[in-house]
T-cell receptor, first 112, second 113 residues
C-alpha cells in the first residue's frame, strides 16, 4: 500500500540525548515535511524539503536537524539543544507545486 | 500574521445534529489551496478535501460539505447528521506562494450519543 510510515510510534528520550525519528514514503512525492504538535494546539512546521539533498527551515527549526539523502526518506533528529522536545511529531509528503500533504501516523516523543 | 483562523475551539453536539466549522484565511496570493483535515484520537491526520482558489463551487461528499467564499475569505465545513465517529479535531489549512501548509489551531468536535 502507498503511504507514509513513521517510526517509532512512541519514543522516550533522556535529557541531553539526541534522538532520530524516521519517516519513509512510497508515494513518489518530491516534498516532505516535519511538523510538531503540542497538546491543544495546531501544527507548526519544523523543516521541509522540496527535493533530494535540499531542505529548508520552517517556523521552529531550532534544536532540530534533518537530512534528505533519498527521495523516500526524511529523518528528523531532535538534538539536546531542543529545550522542550516532548510533543507529537508528524511527517508529511506532497506533490510540491500543488501543496498540501498526506501525513504519517505520528511519533509521540517524551523526555524522561 | 496568522494565515488561518478557526475561531471555534470546541463544539459539542448531540448525534444527528448538523455542525458547521468556520475557517477564515488570509493571503495576498491569487493562487492558493485550502484544506480540511480530521485528527481522530489516534493522532494521524486524515485528508478530507483540497480546494484551489479558482474553484468556488461548493462541494458535497456524503455527510460532508464545504462552502468556499472568496469574498469573505472563508472555507467553512459542515457535517450533516453528525455521528459519534465524527468526534475529532478538525484543522483548516492554507497553502499559498511557498507551498507550505499553514494550519489553524483546530476545532474539537464532540458528538454525544
Amino acid at each position: 500500500d502507498g503511504g507514509i510510515t513513521q517510526s517509532p510510534k512512541y519514543l522516550f528520550r533522556k535529557e541531553g540525548q539526541n534522538v532520530t525519528l524516521s519517516c519513509e514514503q512510497n508515494l513518489n512525492h518530491d516534498a516532505m515535511y516535519w511538523y510538531r504538535q503540542d497538546p491543544g494546539q495546531g501544527l507548526r512546521l519544523i523543516y521541509y524539503s522540496q527535493i533530494v539533498n535540499d531542505f529548508q527551515k520552517g517556523d521552529i527549526a531550532e534544536g532540530y536537524s534533518v537530512s534528505r539523502e533519498k527521495k523516500e526518506s526524511f529523518p528528523l533528529t531532535v538534538t539536546s539543544a531542543q529545550k522542550n522536545p516532548t510533543a507529537f511529531y508528524l511527517c508529511a509528503s506532497s506533490i510540491w507545486q500543488i501543496g498540501g500533504a498526506f501525513f504519517g501516523q505520528g511519533t509521540r516523543l517524551t523526555v524522561v | 500574521a496568522q494565515k488561518v483562523t478557526q475561531a471555534q475551539t470546541e463544539i459539542s453536539v448531540v448525534e444527528k445534529e448538523d455542525v458547521t466549522l468556520d475557517c477564515v484565511y488570509e493571503t495576498r496570493d491569487t493562487t492558493y489551496y485550502l484544506f480540511w483535515y480530521k485528527q481522530p484520537p489516534s493522532g494521524e491526520l486524515v485528508f478530507l478535501i483540497r480546494r484551489n482558489s479558482f474553484d468556488e463551487q461548493n462541494e458535497i461528499s456524503g455527510r460532508y460539505s464545504w462552502n468556499f467564499q472568496k469574498s469573505t475569505s472563508s472555507f467553512n465545513f459542515t457535517i450533516t447528521a453528525s455521528q459519534v465517529v465524527d468526534s475529532a479535531v478538525y484543522f483548516c489549512a492554507l497553502s499559498d506562494d511557498d507551498y507550505k501548509l499553514s494550519f489553524g489551531a483546530g476545532t474539537t468536535v464532540t458528538v454525544r450519543a
